[in-house]
């Protein structure tokens, strides 16, 4: 069982950054495929950004490329979204993903374990 715990959501202001992290715990958390989604109000959950276990392939939405990086480091057990340029149209819960996989994508059905969520506002 793997359980991903998301942290670092906020309120900010239209351009500027956040770090949103996320722990995992009861696996080998470099055995795991990372995906990072969310929802905003009365829409549907949408992929943001996908790691490959090892880090070195990474997969983004358009509507975040160039302004979100998504990293992860296996000796802390974290993955991480950092996100810069912050646009109102941001503003949704985050969720953290995991597959025991090498990879995962976009697919949200392809994931096995999910976080709680973390809330990110943008304000304008």
């Known amino acids: 069982q793997v359980q991903p715990v998301e942290s670092g959501g906020g309120l900010v202001q239209a351009g500027g950054s956040l770090r949103l992290s996320c722990a995992a715990s009861g696996r080998t958390f470099s055995a795991l495929a990372m995906g990072w989604f969310r929802q905003a109000p009365r829409k549907e959950r949408e992929f943001v950004a996908a790691i490959s276990r090892g880090g070195g392939t990474t997969m983004y939405a358009d509507s975040v490329k160039g302004r979100f990086t998504v990293s992860r480091d296996n000796a802390k057990n974290t993955v991480y979204l950092q996100m810069n340029s912050l646009k109102p149209e941001d503003t949704a819960v985050y969720y953290c993903?995991?597959?025991?996989?090498?990879?995962?994508?976009?697919?949200?059905?392809?994931?096995?374990?999910w976080g709680q969520g973390t809330q990110v506002t943008v304000s304008s």
């Open positions: 993903a995991a597959r025991e996989t090498s990879w995962s994508g976009s697919r949200e059905y392809d994931y096995r374990y």
